[in-house]
């Protein structure tokens, strides 16, 4: 790999809706670059992109892919990313690679629910923006609505750098509007129109070279050069180009448009904090200290797991030994390689700005960092949709498990885990869709079939109010017996309480150090005074604890937010054991926390759902249907609404299903985990009923 000059890297993502032409568009990019011979074909398989098994099943984008080419004397690292929201994890990590987000529209759809996403996550993400229409070559394209539209949706810093001259069969080519050329015949809207406004986008983040344009000095071609970057950088600017990657018109443009607007290295700035916690400024210089961070992992056939590292600052090399954030040790780079779709190719090293893997690094995961500077995690949003799965063949168990881990890898909106009462393994990810790729996913490269069952509602339980009591353990079958005897008071949890001044200022003086587990808010206190339990009987309290909370008192679910205090005990010399105590600290749990005005809690989540105007009331009395709380709407343009509402999971779990039919496929939405809230009397019999029902059979 030739080593490219940091100022000469550009590394973006092709991000939109699906069906906009993304991976056909880039396909010509390819060819037009002269990186591959014979442009490839999504319908037919032969996409360089597209090469996953399930891509070519399904012929659309499933994983994001890296490809490389030059053009201009720029060195281009380009993502491919899926259209459908079912898989953002995708495009949200790749926007951790790049400094550029090309947000590609179809010309004849127009602005779709997906556009708005990638739109507001490259937002987010502090990434430049371009908007390229592609199908410029479709029937039916109504150009000067579309732009008014995506100006509505995404604001007025959206400027065509070029327009169309014609369309459909009639689309021939594009004229620029910052410099319009004297035949400007057939363009579907005057540059001339643009050509002011365009300007003024770019020289205001420069007062003087704004100030010397408005006394009638038009700015030099290098200062142009050097401000369209920075514009698009503070979002001054949002330049939009037109293209049809089918027939390769505009295509030519669009290149010279992402080595003209396409940010450079650096100019994304990343709260990365050193060893010590201070905030940092990361540069993208090679003799700085190192600082990279893996954004994607891809389990490839052939070289096994690759980690896709990209380098802010300082240099990587084949075995090279670095530092890795938050772990002990560090580890040795064996091997790096230079990613082109399905294909690698080995490098010795890599510099700021370039975009390498590294293979069969099991100590590495998304969003690892090298060196001993720390980035920001990566956002992923998190999967709300679940499986129970079991294996088709019993022997496949163990094979099952090791395959799920693969994908957990690959995958950051895929989790997976073992139910402590059913045994068995619940999968989340973000979508029936999601879950349905996974599934062909695990059929196709690790031979493993599953069965699976209704989505599985992780409930909580919890305590409303204070309670307190004891429960003593005796047990004599000849020879030494068993004897515990624990008192306990149990106390609701608040979350968010600061557990210091709960624990020690406001409640309990004489206390001893408490012990919380933050994954279930769950505090236990020791302030026994006089040995009446003896210290080396304590730990086997807290899991007697622990057994409890993993175990659920009223329906077998998991139990947060609470906290326990023993005070008092009693033991035998002879009699008294671990085993002893460990049951009866149990069981003084399950007694109190019955007291306590128990209650189940059910996950909350944040839907955002994109519909027609007109579908507006439906969507609000579905919602009311479904125990939901509808937060608010907003227009998302183009006739669209956007409703926010928070409905229990439970309530939406196949709700994609819903959503086509009262939409007629028109509606999309998102969904995120919000908070946990205490179930409605009627729905806790219910789900205690079942749960109590199941208990009976198992038994």
């Not at 290149?255 to 400024?281: F, H, I, T, W």
């Not at 890795?324 to 080995?346: C, D, I, W, Y």
Request: hydrophobic residues 35%; negative net charge.
């Amino acid at each position: 790999m030739a080593k490219h000059k940091v100022d000469d890297i550009r590394s973006l993502v092709f991000c939109g809706h699906g069906s906009t032409g993304k991976t056909t568009l880039l396909e010509t990019l390819l060819s037009k670059t002269g990186t591959i011979k014979h442009t490839g074909n999504v319908d037919d398989g032969t996409s360089t992109l597209d090469f996953d098994d399930e891509e070519k099943t399904h012929k659309y984008t499933i994983e994001s892919t890296l490809i490389h080419f030059d053009h201009g004397g720029k060195f281009f690292q380009v993502f491919d990313t899926p259209g459908y929201p079912d898989f953002i994890g995708q495009t949200i990590g790749a926007m951790r690679g790049v400094d550029t987000a090309a947000i590609v529209i179809n010309a004849q759809s127009g602005i779709e629910v997906n556009t708005r996403r990638v739109f507001a996550e490259a937002g987010k993400a502090g990434l430049g923006r371009i908007i390229v229409v592609n199908k410029m070559d479709m029937d039916n394209v109504d150009f000067p609505a579309l732009i008014e539209n995506i100006k509505e949706t995404f604001g007025g810093t959206c400027v065509p750098l070029n327009v169309p001259v014609g369309h459909g069969s009639g689309f021939k080519g594009v004229v620029s509007t910052l410099k319009t050329p004297d035949d400007t015949d057939g363009a579907l809207i005057d540059p001339a129109e643009i050509s002011e406004p365009l300007l003024e986008s770019i020289i205001e983040v420069d007062e003087e070279v704004m100030e010397r344009y408005f006394e009638g000095q038009q700015p030099t071609d290098e200062e142009l050069s050097r401000l369209i970057v920075r514009a698009v950088a503070e979002g001054s600017l949002i330049p939009i180009v037109c293209c049809s990657g089918k027939t390769g018109v505009g295509v030519g443009e669009l290149l010279d448009a992402m080595a003209m607007c396409a940010l450079p290295p650096g100019v994304v700035k990343l709260a990365a904090k050193d060893a010590q916690g201070n905030e940092v400024e990361v540069k993208p210089d090679e003799g700085g200290p190192l600082v990279a961070q893996i954004f994607k992992t891809r389990i490839d056939p052939f070289v096994q797991k690759l980690s896709f590292i990209r380098v802010f600052s300082g240099k990587l090399a084949k075995d090279m030994n670095v530092g890795l954030v938050g772990a002990r040790k560090g580890v040795k780079l064996t091997q790096l390689f230079q990613v082109q779709a399905s294909e690698t190719q080995p490098v010795d090293e890599a510099t700021p700005g370039m975009i390498v893997a590294a293979a069969k690094m099991e100590e590495l995961e998304t969003g690892s960092c090298l060196g001993e500077t720390a980035l920001p995690p990566i956002a992923f949003p998190t999967p709300m949709v679940g499986l129970a799965v079991t294996p088709k063949s019993r022997g496949d168990q163990t094979k099952l498990s090791g395959a799920l881990t693969k994908i957990a890898q690959e995958d950051p909106t895929f989790r997976r885990e073992l139910d402590p009462q059913t045994k068995e393994t619940v999968i989340n990810g973000m979508s029936e869709l999601h879950l349905q790729i996974l599934q062909e996913r695990l059929k196709r490269r690790e031979k493993v079939e599953v069965d699976t069952k209704e989505p599985k509602i992780p409930y909580r339980e919890t305590i409303q109010v204070n309670a307190e009591g004891s429960y003593r353990h005796k047990k004599q079958t000849g020879g030494s017996g068993q004897f515990g005897e624990v008192h306990i008071r149990m106390f609701p949890l608040p979350k968010d309480t600061n557990i210091e001044e709960y624990a020690v200022k406001s409640r309990f003086p004489s206390l001893k150090e408490p012990h919380y587990y933050p994954e279930w808010n769950f505090l236990w206190l020791d302030s026994v005074v006089g040995g009446t339990i003896p210290s080396n009987f304590m730990p086997a309290v807290e899991k007697g604890f622990k057994d409890r909370i993993e175990r659920g008192v009223v329906a077998g679910y998991h139990v947060q937010d609470l906290c326990v205090e023993v005070h008092f005990g009693k033991h035998h010399p002879v009699d008294s054991n671990e085993q002893a105590f460990k049951m009866a600290a149990s069981m003084a749990f399950r007694n109190v926390f019955q007291q306590a005005k128990p209650a189940l809690l059910e996950p909350i989540v944040k839907l955002e759902v994109t519909i027609p105007a007109d579908k507006v009331g439906d969507i609000n009395s579905d919602m009311s249907g479904r125990r939901g709380r509808v937060l608010g709407m907003d227009s998302a343009g183009g006739g669209m609404q956007t409703v926010t509402a928070e409905v229990p999971l439970a309530e939406v779990t196949t709700y994609a299903r819903s959503l086509s039919s009262i939409t007629g496929g028109q509606g999309s939405y998102t969904i995120e985990f919000s908070h946990y809230d205490v179930v409605p009397g009627n729905v806790q019999k219910e789900i205690i009923a079942k749960a109590t029902m199941k208990e009976d059979e198992d038994d």
